[in-house]
């Protein structure tokens, strides 16, 4: 389970990309924030889910992604996913591996 110093960063990241006009549906944490080994420099491995990342991705998109963290929190490390790539997806083992170790973490309410 992820501090929630880290999951309200997260959320703050998820309503700016919400506010820039990408529908997000949940983040997935998945990494040292979530194994309960992070260290001083652990970065922030976030699958950002939403059903625009479904359809063919474009270098533009991937670059919001990157720079409105780079404005929220430097230590996002972005990746986007389809909500039915996350959800039917077991040819990547990332989103493999955040499936079954991430933590769902839900937009701030």
Known sequence: MANKRIVKSIQTYMD????????VRYGVLFGSHVNG?????SDIDLLVVSPIYDKRRTHKQAAKLWRI???????IEPIPVGEKQFEFDNNSAIIVIARR???IIPLAE
Do not use: N, V
């Open 16 to 23: 700016a990309l919400t506010k820039s006009g990408i529908p």
């Open 69 to 75: 963290a780079a404005d929220t929190d430097s230590r």
């Open 37 to 41: 080994k992070p260290h001083k420099w």
């Open 101 to 103: 170790e991430g933590q």
